[in-house]
């Protein structure tokens, strides 16, 4: 079975600014820890990421046909605003698990908002690069549930 993992806009600087609020791991460490994660628990992970909203959406939307079985997404700041990739994200009909660093809740009052969240079967934020594991965690348990129906 295979996991799409998307990473939103600025992601690509994680490990290199800001420490402070998002942790010293670079993307491409959080990549690698869940794609073997996703290997010993039985998925492929395939990993995106990608600044542009447009090109979110064609991934979410293509994700069905192109053999995904759940996806595991940070939106980053199109979290609170992207109608369009919460859209895509109901359209696939996929499980999708929302995943942030951060603890959104606990920042600026605009991002206690999820726009993508309702569209989710969950969210796990505010653990750092281990936040990812856990929506890794709970997609896999949530897709072998669904193997085993
Ligand atoms: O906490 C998260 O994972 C966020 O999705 C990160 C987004 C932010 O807009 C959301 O509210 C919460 C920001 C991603 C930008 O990442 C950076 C990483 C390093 C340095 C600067 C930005």
Redesign the pocket.
């Known amino acids: 079975m295979k996991i799409l993992l998307l990473n939103?806009?600025?992601?690509q600087?994680?490990?290199?600014?800001?420490p402070d609020i998002?942790g010293k791991t670079t993307l491409a460490s959080i990549v690698a820890d869940v794609t073997r994660l996703g290997k010993e628990l039985g998925f492929d992970v395939e990993a995106f990421q990608s600044n542009s909203e447009g090109e979110l959406v064609t991934l979410i939307g293509d994700a069905p046909r192109n053999g995904f079985s759940g996806i595991i997404i940070?939106?980053?700041?199109y979290?609170?605003t992207s109608v369009a990739i919460r859209d895509a994200i109901a359209a696939a009909a996929l499980p999708a698990v929302e995943?942030?660093?951060?603890n959104?809740s606990s920042?600026e009052a605009f991002?206690h908002e999820s726009l993508t969240a309702p569209v989710c079967i969950g969210v796990v934020?505010g653990f750092g690069a281990f936040?990812y594991e856990m929506a890794l965690r709970a997609l896999a348990n949530r897709l072998g549930a669904l193997r085993n129906a």
Do not use: D, K, Q
């Open positions: 939103g806009p600025n992601l600087l994680l490990g290199s600014r800001e998002y940070n939106p980053a700041a979290t609170h995943v942030h660093l951060s959104i920042r991002r934020a936040s």
